[in-house]
């Protein structure tokens, strides 16, 4: 699937469609639910409603993104707020199947900085 | 309130060393909370407890805490609930501080909560590692199915699909706890293959981790149990000596 690149305003409307998504579902009021907010702590959420996010952006933006993947993207970045979530469906919706290579192209940078500082 | 007052609900788990247990949380919430708190929790649970800030989550959260707490003192396992506490590494797996912040090495747990259930499992020996999750038979795991079930899963979910995917989903949860995989994990590359009535082999090739499961339907639920024996002695856990505060 090939990279598209999101708009900051198609990003601001992801960040408010998983809030009206997480309220509906958790029935949590909009105004309740922030970027800092912790699904599982402050929203009451479970570790499935994770997947139905996905499942509901997976459809909204007709992606075809394998599980697998979207797997080990939340394995390497771990997603605990509203805004982490945010950020990793947006990172879903641009990069598809091409996600791991990027996650790897970041952590070889990382591990590279790190080796010339130490 | 007496810890006695607690009702806990046995599982009937024959995994060695394993003991699994349920509390409704109903009763709880007409309970005083404070009461709860100052009988159960240590003080550095106390200081957590407060930043929680949803009320339904303050009382899973302390529910899950008093029934892996009272499961131990009722095992002989825990003599005074509040010189333990339950902690959770970077990737949310839980562990067992003593009062001087030691690891408990000797007890692995999982808690899992749903709706008004808390559920909590401890297995007894520094080899194991034990996952549980809990889950309410319902149509709403079929709307994220295609996430998680494969077709290496076996049996095919060809009839009680409603049951099926539950059964499926808590054991590829408690084994994922197990690891300590975290959330968001692919559930997919967890595999469930049946061995008996409620028992699985349950795999996790990316981490070359081979699981043994267990499920029980309690009421409208379904408990999973994974159990993993590693490490250099992995012979079982009947050898190690239970750890008594």
Redesign the interface.
Known sequence: MPSRTLTPAEKSEIYEDIRAFLSDELDVPLEDIKSESKI?????G???I???L??EFKRKFDLNVE??V???Y??RH???TVGEVSKAVCDIVEHGDELIAKVEAETAAQNANAAAEG | MDSADIKLISIPCNAPGVRVALLDTEPLARRELETLRARYLSDGEQVEWATLTHPARQIEWLAARVCLKQMLVRDGLLTDPRLCELRKDSRGRPWLASADGGRLSALDVSISHQGHWACACVAVGADARVGVDIETISPRLLNVAEMFVTERDWPPLTSGPEKGVTILWTLKEAASKAIGLGIGVDLSNVICRALGRDRHEVRVDAHRALLTGWHFPYDELIIAVTLMLHGPDARGVSSVQHTCL
């Open positions: 599982l702590d402050d929203l009451h479970d570790s499935m994770y997947l139905e996905v499942q599980v697998r979207i797997g080990l939340f394995q771990p997603v605990y």
